[in-house]
Every structure is written in C-alpha cells, then in structure tokens.
C-alpha cells in the first residue's frame, strides 16, 4: 500500500539529507519539536498544512517542489504516467474537477 506519509517522510529526509543538515538543525529552524520531526520523516504522522509550511521554509524549498516530488513517488509506485503539461480540459478556464465546488 502507498502512503502519503511514508513518500512524505521520504522527501523530506532526502532534502534534509542532500543538504548535510541535521534533524535538529532542520526542527529548530523550522520550530518543530525533534521528535515529532522524526516521526515525519519515519512517515509515522501525518504532517498538518502549517507544519509542512514550516519545514519545507526551513529546507528553503518551495512547497510546491516538495508536494511535486512526492507526486512523482507516487505514480511511479502506481506505475502511471504524469504529463508535464496541463491535460486538457484543466486550464484555467475549464470547468471544475469532479466534485470540486
């Protein structure tokens, strides 16, 4: 079974990781108690919106790098295919997804 958390946890530790940093150089800049930064990592919590906010701003990434990454995890444990393009029918003044309001 694929795991938000767990491909999450991952991309996060590898940023930290690429970046010869600490788990606690990278909590405490981002606020983020030592422990529970591990979990993350471990894909043991799942991380709120502002929590990831905080430690994505402490690797100096953008948000969207990160959830991008984990996207990419993702379909390829899926075994499919994600177009580098908007599919059509997504733009920006297409209508909404299914259920979206």
């Known amino acids: 079974m694929i795991l ?3 491909e999450l946890g991952d991309v996060l530790r590898d ?3 690429s970046q010869g940093r600490t788990l606690r150089q990278v909590s405490s800049d981002a606020r983020v108690s030592l422990g529970y930064l591990s979990e993350i990592e471990r894909g043991q919590k799942e991380a709120s919106s502002e ?3 905080s430690v994505t701003d402490a690797l100096g990434l953008p948000l969207s790098f990160v959830l991008r990454e984990v ?3 993702i379909a390829i444990a899926e075994q499919v295919t994600i177009p580098d ?3 059509e029918g997504l733009a ?3 209508a909404p997804l299914v259920g979206a309001r």
């Open 4 to 6: 938000f958390r767990q």
């Open 15 to 17: 940023a930290r990781r």
């Open 51 to 53: 929590l990831l906010l």
């Open 71 to 73: 996207s990419d995890r």
């Open 85 to 87: 393009t908007v599919p």
């Open 92 to 94: 920006d003044d297409a």
